[in-house]
């Protein structure tokens, strides 16, 4: 009877009800996914008006710095991004990050109805088969470890196998773009949101621990000063530049409603790998908490290729094959084999 009370009290304690500070996390990621998917709307609209008086920025022109309206959707996910930030301030990683995917939809959404761009209705599929594929991943994702000192970021950052990491991240960056991107960059999505993902890893992990350091010095532990404080800054500043710029050169490129899903899941499934190397987290887990998110990457990939596969192709019924009429004997009334003869005595 004691053990029945003890187990009807522990369910009622666990389902009372959202904390405050996780009612606040979620208000903020979810105007951080409205911000961020308005904002590609809005930097594409300001591409394309850019783009009409300039060199296009697929081509490599940066005509779109002098477009106020490419700056309004510039801030907008600025806005988002600090929403985001904030978030992680008041809530649990595994309530705010699944958050990220209405963004997802609210762009494909946007982008139907301003930009008039159609999304196929395997496209659709493959949308929603991503945005599963995302949310089981993080869902099942380890908790962070709690971090102290932006000193034991640095020790995490600096260990073998996340250096590794970082080493196979660069090479594969360097190679799309002095490579891969010149020749095939304006046939090849995955090349421009390749290496947005690739240094958005490294971006994540370096804001984190920017994230750490303002945390404890306004707790009182001043972390500002530091070397390895202002380090994570350069690299989270390098890293945010690069994005920028390559993403430009997707969004103009591309359609939107495409874009924007296949740099979520590459984006958010590197995050998640580079998270795990540096803190070690799949030593805390089971067995079967690491296949459910290897079944998520397996989705994620599913929705990625039917993203890929569709994104030129639009619904309703596919054309009738047009039948080529056969050479006959006689071409307007003037049998064949005398116009050959013609041919050869002229």
């Not at 540096?278 to 079944?295: A, G, L, Y």
């Amino acid at each position: 009877m004691a053990m029945e009370e003890v187990k009807n009290y522990s369910w009622r304690d666990s389902y009372r009800g959202m904390s405050s500070d996780n009612v606040k996390g979620l208000v903020l990621a979810l105007s951080s996914s409205l911000f961020i998917g308005a904002s590609f709307i809005v930097k594409k609209k300001g591409l394309k008006r850019a783009g009409a008086s300039g060199v296009r920025a697929g081509v490599g022109g940066y005509s779109y710095l002098y477009e106020p309206l490419w700056w309004v959707g510039m801030i907008t996910m600025i806005v988002g991004e600090i929403a985001n930030f904030a978030a992680y301030a008041f809530a649990p990683a595994i309530l705010v990050t699944p958050l990220g995917a209405l963004s997802i939809i609210i762009s494909a959404v946007l982008a139907h109805i301003i930009l008039r761009e159609k999304l196929h209705i395997f496209g659709v599929l493959g949308c929603i088969l991503c945005v599963v594929g995302s949310t089981t991943i993080v869902l099942h994702a380890p908790q962070e470890r709690a971090i102290e000192s932006v000193k034991e970021v640095w020790d995490l950052a600096t260990e073998p196998g996340f250096l590794l990491y970082v080493s196979v991240v660069l090479a594969a960056v360097f190679i799309l773009i002095f490579r891969y991107v010149p020749q095939y960059g304006q046939t090849h999505i995955m090349c421009y949101i390749g290496v947005c993902s690739l240094v958005g890893s490294i971006s994540v992990m370096s804001v984190k621990a920017i994230g750490i350091a303002l945390k404890l010095t306004l707790s009182g532990v001043n972390q500002l000063i530091f070397p390895q404080t202002w380090a994570f800054t350069m690299v989270v500043i390098l890293c945010v530049l690069t994005q920028m710029n390559y993403l430009n050169k997707a969004l103009d490129t591309f359609n939107t409603a495409v874009v924007s899903p296949i740099y979520y899941v590459m984006f958010t499934s590197l995050t998640i790998l580079a998270s795990v190397i540096m803190f070690k987290d799949w030593d805390r887990q089971s067995p079967t908490q690491i296949v459910t998110e290897m079944c998520g990457f397996v989705t994620i990939l599913s929705g990625t290729f039917l993203l890929h596969r569709t994104k030129d192709m639009t619904d309703g019924p596919a054309p009738l094959p047009v039948r080529l009429p056969r050479h006959t004997d006689e071409d307007e009334g003037i049998p064949l084999r005398r116009q050959e003869t013609a041919s050869r005595s002229v």
